[in-house]
């Protein structure tokens, strides 16, 4: 199955302010992490109707930082929906609360970095 356009022309705009406004946690994994990782990441990624926070094509993997409004009912049900789109394109998406970006950076970069092992592996 093809992914809709790459670049939904629509929210192109509100990806470009969402890289530039990104929270504590998306700037703190995107600049002590993410950034130079040896194999590309992409931040706030329009794919098809929706925006990654990050990105990784070669690895078909989508990260997702959580604070609390995912964490409401409604926030639940958006997120359920939005990863069941994504998983459609053989994409995996990983949920990462913000406080284990505060209180446990490195076994979360090292969980990343496993995942995206594993991918390219397989």
């Known amino acids: 199955m093809k992914m809709e356009r790459k670049h939904n022309k629509k929210i192109v705009p509100l990806a470009r302010v969402l890289r530039k406004t990104m929270t504590k946690e998306e700037r703190r994994l995107w600049y002590e992490f993410l950034r130079g990782y040896p194999v590309r990441f992409t931040r706030q990624k329009v794919l098809g109707q929706y925006i990654a926070d990050f990105y990784c094509a070669s ?27 994504l998983e459609g394109y053989g994409l995996q998406i990983v949920r990462i609360p913000n406080n284990e970006i505060a209180f446990n950076f490195r076994g979360v970069c090292e969980y990343i970095d496993l995942l995206v092992k594993r991918s390219i592996k397989e």
């Open 59 to 85: 690895a078909k993997l989508v990260i997702e930082l959580d604070g609390s409004a995912h964490y409401t009912e409604e926030g639940e049900s958006y997120d359920k929906r939005r990863s069941k789109f």
